[in-house]
């Protein structure tokens, strides 16, 4: 073993936790724009072009 590397034992935990981080952020900013009007917009079009697509709407 070479003893003159450093230990990387906490490395992983680190990139769990920005992981962990940039999800949760991400998931905020979702919430926001499904639930404010630009999502209820975005919503309603992608609802009618999917009915539009199986000839319903």
């Given at each position: 073993?070479?003893?003159?590397?450093?230990?990387?034992?906490?490395?992983?935990?680190?990139?769990?936790?920005?992981?962990t981080?940039?999800g949760a952020?991400?998931?905020?900013?979702?919430?926001?724009?499904?639930?404010?009007?630009?999502?209820?917009?975005?919503?309603?079009?992608?609802?009618?072009?999917?009915?539009?697509?199986?000839?319903?709407g």
């Open positions: 073993m070479d003893r003159t590397r450093k230990s990387e034992e906490g490395i992983t935990t680190a990139e769990y936790a920005v992981g981080a940039a952020g991400l998931a905020g900013v979702l919430y926001q724009l499904v639930t404010g009007g630009f999502g209820d917009q975005m919503l309603q079009r992608m609802f009618n072009h999917a009915l539009g697509m199986l000839g319903i």
